[in-house]
């Protein structure tokens, strides 16, 4: 069992950046391929990035490569999100999430194992 809770949200204005953190429980956190999805309001969640176990691999969606970062430290059980040059269009819930047996591309359509309750962004104008 992983439990995931979210960390960081809140407001910020448009262009700025804010990082969103996502600590795991138990032993097993480096067996998992960690990601980060999110929900705006009225939409369906969607894949925003995912990192492999070994944090030698990641896959972003299109609407935020280039701006958004992944990474996680396997020793403090954590993974992140830093999120430049934001826009009001990535204003949502963001969720982390783990699956083992994965790679970082099928966290954009797999079933998730655990999910965190997410952290709310806002990126104003």
């Known amino acids: 069992q992983v439990q995931l809770v979210e960390s960081g949200g809140g407001l910020v204005q448009a262009g700025g950046s804010l990082r969103v953190s996502c600590a795991a429980s138990?032993?097993?956190?480096?067996?998992?391929?960690m990601g980060w999805f999110r929900q705006a309001p009225g939409k369906e969640r969607e894949f925003v990035a995912a990192?492999?176990?070994?944090?030698?691999?990641?896959y972003y969606a299109d609407s935020v490569k280039c701006r958004f970062d992944i990474s996680r430290d396997n020793a403090k059980n954590t993974v992140y999100l830093q999120m430049n040059s934001l826009k009001p269009e990535d204003t949502a819930v963001y969720y982390c999430?783990?699956?083992?047996?994965?790679?970082?591309?099928?966290?954009?359509?797999?079933?998730?194992?655990?999910w965190g309750k997410g952290t709310l962004v806002t990126v104003s104008l």
């Open positions: 990192i492999n176990r070994s944090r030698g691999s990641t």
């Open positions: 999430a783990a699956a083992a047996g994965i790679t970082t591309y099928q966290a954009m359509v797999a079933p998730m194992d655990y």
């Open positions: 138990g032993r097993t956190f480096s067996r998992y391929v």
